[in-house]
């Protein structure tokens, strides 16, 4: 079945340092891929997507490249915020089936001054 | 912008109470679904709707049940609410049932269940 694995947190960071969070995944086929957030007391938001192979999907500085290669869509910023903080959760909806989005756990993300 | 509205931001119940979590999009969406969402487990599907009184189970059906009996509206039954029922509870929609369609989210309502 499908799966997402993303990098366990919390990622503690300065302000304008550069972030990485790395996500990888297993699906058949080809995937759409995602990158939601959740700021504190919200629900989640859709940051950005890549829907085949190589695409950049980006938003807010966010960027993040779909990487058949290495079942890959790490989410990268060259210059955090505090605003940034929130939980990061990588996403994809696989062929077959309903299309049915399979989560990953979220990675925490804090931003100090 | 679509709105995704959950009803209550926060609710406290007693054990074996029914409970309705009640979840309202605005965008003629078709899917609508229903997580909950723990610390250190992520998003857990309970339910997801394809249409109207089309419903599916997901990962985590037990002690629930749902009700979509008009488009914009699903709801969530907690038919006798016990103590590890308590947790946030997300409701997101989807405009189609396509691979590349995001899910909206609502701002998620935290049970309590006493």
């Known amino acids: 079945g499908n799966s997402v694995t993303q990098m366990e947190g919390p990622v503690t960071l300065s302000e304008e340092a550069f972030l990485t969070i790395n996500c990888t995944y297993t699906?058949?086929?080809?995937?759409?891929l995602f990158w939601y957030v959740q700021y504190p007391g919200e629900g989640l938001q859709l940051l950005l997507k890549?829907?085949?192979?190589?695409d950049k999907g980006s938003n807010k500085g966010f960027e993040a490249t779909y990487r058949k290669e290495t079942t890959s869509f790490h989410l990268e910023k060259g210059s955090v915020q505090v605003s940034d903080s929130a939980v990061y959760f990588c996403?994809?909806?696989?062929?077959?089936?309903?299309?049915?989005?399979?989560f990953g756990r979220g990675t925490s993300l804090i931003v100090h001054p | 912008d679509v709105k995704v509205t959950q009803s209550s931001r926060y609710l406290v119940k007693r054990t074996g109470e029914k409970v309705f979590l009640e979840c309202v999009q605005d965008?003629?969406?078709?899917?609508m679904f229903w997580y909950r969402q723990d610390p250190g487990l992520g998003l857990r599907l309970i339910y997801f709707?394809?249409?109207?009184?089309?419903?599916e189970k997901g990962d985590i059906p037990e002690g629930y049940s749902v009700s979509r009996e008009k488009k914009e509206r699903f709801s969530l039954i907690l038919e006798s609410a016990s103590t590890n029922q308590t947790s946030m509870y997300l409701c997101a929609s989807r405009r189609e049932t396509r691979q590349y369609s995001p899910l909206h989210f609502g701002n998620g309502t935290r049970l309590t269940v006493t």
């Open positions: 965008m003629d969406h078709e899917n």
């Open positions: 890549a829907t085949k192979a190589d």
């Open positions: 996403a994809l909806s696989g062929p077959g089936g309903s299309y049915i989005p399979t």
């Open positions: 699906a058949t086929g080809y995937p759409s």
């Open positions: 709707s394809y249409d109207v009184k089309m419903k």
